[in-house]
């Protein structure tokens, strides 16, 4: 059933609001999946199903979405897992639990970084890989990460088939062939070429219950992004869209990432520059635009699912 919205009057929003409604118009399925039931390879649906069967793993993570999604595709995986959130319970888990076959590392977590973990674990004769997860360039990261013990990376957003197959090099020598590699991402639409958003993932099925789950919640996003703006708390709404950009890129998101990150900057830029407001009222507004349309674009896939 695709949602009734309130009728603001006879606006150019009005309008929008109203033609969202209409059912029948093919330009709200043009991206579209078709009914799961349709696919015939289970190995294409998931090609992660139990890849991970018989590992420990243990995730440093202290970002809820990042946690989800760890979460989530590990348990598809097969993969026995621990999620800790400082740094500090990571170099005492990991120091005494002899059955954690690898470790992802987050680098920016509380209260003593990945880098100074992963440095203390080497120094006290920790042995297997630890793989860092950062969102920073790469070429930055890999010189001070070889000095600390650090076995390789996984930038931020995470393509799960890349860390499945990473997980798998370390652990049990296996590369990933041409035929199992991750299918380059398809292009998204730019923001405002349809009246609706959908994640560049929808016609992944293992990625719909955690999609779902995003959609469904970025409106309690939006509302604390609204009271972080009246209150003018610009610290906690740089916090606040610092998580939303991360989040919405993982999720497949990429335009909402990005107006995430020009609130963020704003909000930054707030406590100095009276001027950043405007840019703050603008970008909100338009987080709040992208919110109606990926939930429409979340219907479009569900109805076509039925």
Not at 223 to 251: F, P, R
């Amino acid at each position: 059933m695709r949602a009734s919205f309130p009728d603001p009057g006879p606006s150019l929003l009005g309008l929008l609001f109203r033609a969202l409604e209409i059912s029948d118009n093919p330009l709200f399925v043009r991206d579209s999946i078709g009914p799961l039931s349709k696919v015939d390879d289970p190995v294409k649906t998931n090609p992660i199903q139990g890849k991970l069967a018989g590992l420990s793993i243990m995730v440093v993570e202290d970002g809820v979405d990042n946690q989800r999604i760890f979460r989530h595709f590990l348990k598809m995986a097969g993969a026995e897992f621990v999620i800790v959130s400082d740094g500090p319970s990571a170099l005492e888990r990991a120091l005494h639990d002899e059955g954690i076959d690898l470790v992802l590392m987050d680098i920016q977590i509380p209260e003593m970084d990945g880098y100074e973990v992963t440095k203390r674990l080497r120094q006290s004769g920790f042995t297997r890989p630890i793989i860092a997860v950062t969102a920073h360039t790469l070429a930055t990261e890999r010189p001070l990460g070889a000095l600390v013990g650090i076995d390789d990376y996984i930038a931020k957003p995470i393509q799960i088939e890349k860390l499945i197959q990473c997980i798998l090099h370390h652990t049990r020598g296996e590369v990933g062939t041409d035929e199992n590699a991750p299918r380059p991402e398809t292009a998204v639409p730019a923001e405002d070429s349809f009246l609706l958003l959908q994640s560049k993932y929808h016609d992944k099925p293992m990625y719909r219950p955690i999609i779902i789950d995003f959609v469904n919640s970025f409106q309690q996003r939006l509302d604390a992004m609204q009271n972080l703006i009246k209150a003018m708390d610009w610290e906690q709404l740089s916090v606040a869209m610092h998580q939303i950009k991360g989040a919405a890129a993982t999720y497949g998101y990429p335009q909402v990432s990005e107006v995430a990150a020009q609130l963020e900057a704003a909000a930054k830029e707030a406590k100095a520059d009276a001027y950043a407001l405007q840019a703050i009222y603008q970008h909100a507004a338009r987080m709040h635009g992208m919110g109606i349309k990926m939930k429409v674009g979340l219907e479009a896939v569900e109805d076509r699912s039925l």
